[in-house]
Nanobody, 119 residues
Framework: QRQLVESGGGLVQAGGSLRLSCKAPRMILSVFNSNIMEWHRQAPGKQRELVAV???????NYADSVKGRFTISRNNGKRTVDLQMNNLKSDDTAIYYC??????????WGQGTQVTVSS
């Protein structure tokens, strides 16, 4: 069973919003709390790219293409990381993946969730 499970993808019109959620129900709480959590995406025919990062301290960083539109957040008690996506554009169409990097340099990926933005 996967350590990370994403949800919240779907079809939305340009200018709309979606909220993605990543859950780690099987991860030990102390491990999750110390992880760096990330959202990546991969569009058809393109390489996977980093979209947003949140550290264990809550520091965030974003790809230039989503700054001001996307917000990453985490709830350590619930073992979840969310990605709020506003003002979506057709270029945001991709499969979105949750990624966890542990303090022991272990890497975990979710199965991905499809986001499709129609223009």
């Amino acid at each position: 069973q996967r350590q990370l499970v994403e949800s919240g993808g779907g079809l939305v019109q340009a200018g709309g919003s979606l909220r993605l959620s990543c859950k780690a129900p099987r991860m030990i709480l102390s491990v999750f709390n110390s992880n760096i959590m990330e959202w990546h995406r991969q569009a058809p025919g393109k390489q996977r790219e980093l979209v947003a990062v949140i550290t264990s301290d809550g520091d965030t960083n974003y790809a230039d293409s989503v700054k001001g539109r996307f917000t990453i957040s985490r709830n350590n008690g619930k073992r979840t990381v969310d990605l709020q996506m506003n003002n979506l554009k057709s270029d945001d169409t991709a499969i979105y993946y949750c990624h966890a990097q542990t303090m022991r340099a272990e890497n975990y990926w979710g199965q991905g969730t499809q986001v499709t933005v129609s223009s």
